[in-house]
DNA sequence: ACAGGATCTTGACAGTGTTAAGATCGTGTG
DNA sequence: CACACGATCTTAACACTGTCAAGATCCTGT
C-alpha cells in the first residue's frame, strides 16, 4: 500500500479498478493499458507482471463484473426463496443488475472472443453460478407446478432467454420507455412466467 | 470498375465487402482501416474519402447487416402472413438470421457507442424496420387473440426480447445444446407465444 | 545474509487512426 | 470543345497503442 515505493504493493486491483473507472467515465474505447498504467502512477510495462496482455486485463475485468452479477443474483435468491414470486424476483434481479450498470452488461458479453462463459460446455453440465441459480430456482418452480418433465428445458431456456434479451434491449440506446420501466419488468416477466406456475 | 485506373471506381462497396470478409476470416480485432484498404488495393488515407472515420465505416457495415436483417424478416412475414404460425415463424427467422451468422449478433449490438438503433427515441414512434415488422405481427396475432389492450405492450416487449435473447444465447460460445438447436427454437417460442393465441 | 523470484522501469518496435498537402481523374458548364 | 472544380486517391507525417527485451529494485524464504 505504500504509495512513493518501487514496488506498488496492490497494483492489480489498482488496474482493474482504475480499468473500470476509465470506462465509465469515457468509454470502453478509450481504455488503454498505458492510460490505465499511468492513472495508477506506473509505467507502460509494469501491467505486463499481472496480466499475460491486454485481452488477460479485459478478461479479469469481466471475471470481477460477474462476480459482481453472481453476487446479486444470489442475493435475490435468498431473499424470495419458497416465495410464490422467487422466478419473477429472480428474473428481476438479473435485468435490473444490467439496466443499473448497462457498461456491464457490454463488457460481459460483447467480446465474443475472449467473453467468459455464462453456460460451459464440460460434460458435467456445470453452469457458470449466474445461471446456475437461475435455472436451480426455474427447475424447482417448473416441477412444483407439475410441467412436464421433457418440456421444461426448454421452459428454462426461454426464461433464461427473456431475461437476458431484456438486459439487452434496456441497456440499448434510445430504446423509449413510456411507464416506469423498473416496473414493468417485473410484469413482463411475470407475464411469460405465470403461466408455468 | 476498372481496376488499374487511379480512381477505384466502386471503392465505397469494396471496402464494405472486404472488411465484412477480413472480420470473417480473423475476426474483429483484426480488422484495420489500413488492412482493408489494402485488401482493396488503395492507400492508406483513401478510405478516408468516403467515410468520416472509421466509426463511420462501422456504421456503414452495420447499416449494411441491418439491411440483410430487414429483408431475412420481411421475407418470413410474408411467407407466413395470415397463418396461425406467422408469429412464432417471425420470431425464429429473428433468431435464424443470427444462428446461422454469430458475427452479425456481435456486430450490430457490441458497439453501444455507434450502434444504430432498433427501437427509435423519436416521438412519432418509428421504429427500424425489422423492429417495426416484428411488432406489427405481434398486435395482429394478440389483437385477434383478445389479448387486453393494455398489456398487449408489454407482451410485444416479452416477446422481442424472447427472441433477442434467444439470438444472444445461441451466439455465444460454448453454450451446449444436446438436441438439434434449430427444431428447439421454433418449441421455444411457441411455448411462450401460444398462450396468448 | 543473501540468492532468487516478483515487481517495476526504460527504451524500442511495429501497427494503428488521422490529418495535411498535393496529385489525378471525371464531369458538368461555358 | 475546353477547362475549372469537386471528387477521389497518394504520400508523408503525427501521436498513440500493444508488446517485448533488458535491466533495476525490492521482497521473501532459507
Not at 506506473?42 to 475485468?61: E, T
Not at 435455472?135 to 426464461?159: C, H, L, N, V, W
Request: hydrophobic share 40%; charged share 25%.
Amino acid at each position: 500500500m505504500k504509495s512513493r515505493s518501487y514496488h506498488h504493493g496492490d497494483l492489480r486491483h489498482s488496474l482493474i479498478e482504475m480499468g473500470i473507472e476509465l470506462i465509465e467515465q469515457e468509454g470502453e474505447g478509450a481504455l488503454s493499458l498505458r492510460k490505465v498504467a499511468a492513472k495508477c502512477g506506473v509505467s507502460n510495462a509494469a501491467p505486463y507482471a499481472h496480466f499475460k496482455n491486454k485481452d488477460g486485463f479485459l478478461i479479469a475485468i469481466q471475471q470481477h463484473i460477474m462476480d459482481l452479477f453472481t453476487a446479486s443474483l444470489e442475493k435475490a435468491f435468498e431473499e424470495y426463496e419458497d416465495t410464490d414470486r422467487s422466478l419473477p424476483m429472480l428474473g428481476k434481479a438479473y435485468v435490473m443488475f444490467f439496466y443499473q450498470n448497462p457498461f456491464y452488461y457490454d463488457f460481459l458479453f460483447s467480446r465474443k472472443n475472449i467473453s467468459i462463459k455464462l453456460s460451459s460446455d464440460d460434460p458435467n453440465n456445470r453452469d457458470t453460478p449466474p445461471l446456475a441459480i437461475l435455472k436451480k430456482a426455474a427447475i424447482s418452480i417448473f416441477r412444483k407446478a407439475g410441467s412436464p418433465e421433457k418440456m421444461i428445458q426448454d421452459k428454462i431456456t426461454a426464461m433464461w432467454a427473456l431475461v437476458h434479451g431484456l438486459s439487452a434491449i434496456t441497456t440499448m440506446p434510445n430504446v423509449e420507455y413510456d411507464d416506469s420501466w423498473e416496473l414493468r419488468i417485473e410484469e413482463i416477466i411475470r407475464s411469460i412466467s405465470i403461466p408455468y406456475v
